[in-house]
């Protein structure tokens, strides 16, 4: 199939999930394209079959804000129409599908353009619920095609806030390439973030208040009481400055190590021996589930999806998003218990490796694709 692919380009899990399912897609024999107004942050030069459009915008001292969404729209109908795209698949509802029913719309009667949307998070939990983004976001996930869900619960979500049918929305969760994603620590790198062969707490997000990076310093500051170890931060955003400010009040010093963004996660996360995620909303929890995938167990919050991929006592532990204290025990607990370590760090391998391999999902997204490009 010739697939176009939108997503937000930026450090996050929307655009990784994205990124990593087209390159999957064209290893596969598909064609894909990718139409975002900069380089997917997780998508490598030149890879066969797959090709990437800027979208153009132009800018004019009338726009205080820019019409991105016109812009895209735009963008989108040439591509389908130069490329003879089967279909485009939207991530992240706003605005990217109102945007993909606009380039519907301009194709006119005679060429039909099929529209699948991935809901990933903060479009349904947060920014499609306030009063002007609501109704085009109810709109456009009506005139979708196909829609996929990265959890039961986000599904569950998408159904009360919006008053869509349940039956429309295929759970299709976030997955990752076993291979790539591996407990394999390189002894070199572990040797720079843990020099004193100190236990190494890992935290990577893009930084935005519903990830409480302010709990994590918190959550560190009293694993770092009771055991050696280092708190390594990866990613950027809005609340590194509260972070920050956090550690140092907490006279944290050099056992909190800010790495900014990286684009492979994977190299770092191996030579973890903690993750924490204590969210205050997250629809599934990629960073999660990269954890997982390296053998790392997570101290996550029970917040929206998180349940579905991280389970108590098996891959980590999981408490209400402010039970610092609780989180900082079960935190100290993996960290002075090797055989738990290991056990938890086995469990959470063996799940990633049976639910979310690119190869068992991959084809949950075909075969929508499918459902999607026979159906008249
Ligand atoms: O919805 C968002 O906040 C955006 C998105 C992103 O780009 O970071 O994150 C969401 O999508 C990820 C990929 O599907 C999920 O793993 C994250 O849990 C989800 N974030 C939230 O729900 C806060």
């Known amino acids: 199939m010739k697939i176009g692919i939108t997503c937000y380009p930026t450090y996050g899990g929307s655009g990784a999930v994205a990124t990593a399912l087209g390159l999957a897609l064209a290893e596969r024999g598909h064609e894909i394209h990718f139409i975002t107004y900069d380089q997917p942050f997780r998508l490598p030069g030149f890879k066969e079959r797959v090709f990437y459009h800027e979208v153009e915008m132009e800018d004019y001292p009338l726009f205080e804000h820019p019409p991105y969404s016109l812009a895209l729209a735009v963008a989108l109908h040439d591509a389908v129409k130069r490329e003879g795209l089967d279909l485009v698949h939207m991530h992240y509802a706003i605005p990217h599908a109102a945007s993909a029913f606009l380039a519907r719309e301009m194709l006119g009667e005679g060429r039909d353009l099929k529209i699948v949307t991935t809901l990933h998070g903060t479009d349904i939990t947060l920014l499609g619920l306030h ?55 390189d002894l070199n790198r572990l040797s720079m973030l843990a020099p004193h062969g100190e236990k190494v707490v890992m935290h990577v997000s893009n930084f935005r208040p519903v990830k409480q990076v302010h709990h994590v310093v918190e959550i560190f500051a009293k694993i770092s009481q009771a055991t050696s170890a280092r708190l390594v931060l990866i990613g950027d955003g809005p609340e590194r400055p509260r972070a920050l400010q956090r550690a140092r009040d907490l006279g944290l010093g050099d056992k909190v190590l800010f790495l900014g963004k990286h684009v492979a996660v994977e190299e770092l996360l191996a030579c973890a021996n903690l993750f924490l995620l204590p969210s205050a909303s997250e629809s599934f929890g990629l960073a999660a589930l ?72 991959i084809p949950e997204y075909e075969a929508l694709y499918e459902s999607v490009t026979s159906s008249t």
Not at 144 to 160: H, N, Q, W
Not at 343 to 357: I, K, M, Q, W
């Open 131 to 185: 009063p002007s983004f609501h109704e085009i976001t109810r709109f456009s996930i009506l005139q979708s095609d196909g829609l996929s869900a990265v959890s039961s619960f986000l599904r569950d979500e998408t159904v009360c806030n919006f008053s869509v049918p349940r039956d429309g929305i295929e759970v299709i969760p976030n997955f990752l390439d076993t291979d790539l994603w591996r407990p394999e620590p």
């Open 290 to 361: 990269e954890a997982m995938a390296c053998g790392v167990p997570v101290v996550a919050s029970t917040a929206g999806g998180i349940p579905e991929l991280v389970q108590n006592n098996v891959s980590g532990y999981l408490f209400p998003s402010d039970a610092i204290d609780e989180m900082a025990e079960a935190g100290i607990r993996i960290l002075t218990d090797e055989a738990l370590e290991e056990r938890l760090s086995l469990g959470g391998r063996e799940a990633t490796t049976r639910r979310f391999d690119k190869e068992i999902v």
